[in-house]
């Protein structure tokens, strides 16, 4: 089993930029496809971006498409987010996941607590 810590998180201006850290422990990092979902108050849980094993392959949200940037490093166990050009409909806790098999759009396995990004106007 993977243990997952999110930090990053924030009060930004629109516009401005934020890196999401994912530090996981536990089993081999490099056994997990990981991905980040976000969910802001009132609201479904929303996929943002996934990324698989070895970081070759990325997906992201058309939401957030050309703005956010998923990454990994398995040398540190830890996966990132780069978030660029802000906008305030991003406010959300941002939560990253992992699963051994695959993180889809619907979720995966294994789930951190989260971190808050709050982008004002």
């Known amino acids: 089993q993977v243990q997952l810590v999110e930090s990053g998180g924030g009060l930004v201006q629109a516009g401005d930029s934020l890196r999401l850290s994912c530090a996981a422990s536990?089993?081999?990092?490099?056994?997990?496809?990981m991905g980040w979902f976000r969910q802001a108050p009132e609201k479904e849980r929303e996929f943002v971006a996934v990324?698989?094993?070895?970081?070759?392959?990325?997906y992201y949200a058309a939401s957030v498409k050309g703005r956010f940037t998923i990454s990994r490093d398995n040398a540190k166990n830890t996966m990132y987010l780069q978030m660029n050009s802000l906008k305030p409909e991003d406010t959300a806790l941002y939560y990253c996941?992992?699963?051994?098999?695959?993180?889809?759009?619907?979720?995966?396995?294994?789930w951190g607590q989260g971190t808050q990004v709050t982008v004002s106007s």
């Open positions: 996941a992992a699963d051994e098999k695959v993180v889809t759009p619907n979720g995966a396995a294994y």
């Open positions: 990324i698989n094993r070895s970081g070759g392959s990325t």
């Open positions: 536990g089993r081999t990092f490099s056994r997990y496809a």
